[in-house]
Nanobody
Framework: QVQLVESGGGLVQPGGSLRLSCLAS????????MGWYRQASGKQRELVAA???????NYADSAKGRFTISRDNAKNTVYLQMNSLNAEDTAVYYC?????????????WGQGTQVTVSS
């Protein structure tokens, strides 16, 4: 069973930065695809960024040029560096772990961390 624990959320002023971390335990982390999603109040959960086991990244248009996803396989951790934050980035941010095996596709979610951008 994979457990994901996010951290690094909080209150930040517009234009500020935050770095989110997601620590995975019980995981074959090095072969998993990791992603960051967010869900704003009253909206559907949406992909922010993802990174494959090989390091290939994918970003939502809203994140391109401002956010950077990275991973440290030695620490079983995926990061999301967020710069130039604005009010539209306010949401609960979730970490997602996807493992593709011969027996199926296994997905796990963290509990989420709140990011609030406000002056």
């Amino acid at each position: 069973q994979v457990q994901l624990v996010e951290s690094g959320g909080g209150l930040v002023q517009p234009g500020g930065s935050l770095r989110l971390s997601c620590l995975a335990s019980g995981s074959i982390f090095s072969i998993a695809t990791m992603g960051w999603y967010r869900q704003a109040s009253g909206k559907q959960r949406e992909l922010v960024a993802a990174i494959t086991s090989g390091g290939r990244t994918n970003y939502a248009d809203s994140a391109k040029g401002r956010f950077t996803i990275s991973r440290d396989n030695a620490k079983n951790t995926v990061y999301l560096q967020m710069n130039s934050l604005n009010a539209e980035d306010t949401a609960v941010y979730y970490c997602k772990h996807v493992l593709v095996r011969a027996s199926g596709i296994y997905e796990y979610w963290g509990q989420g961390t709140q990011v609030t951008v406000s002056s």
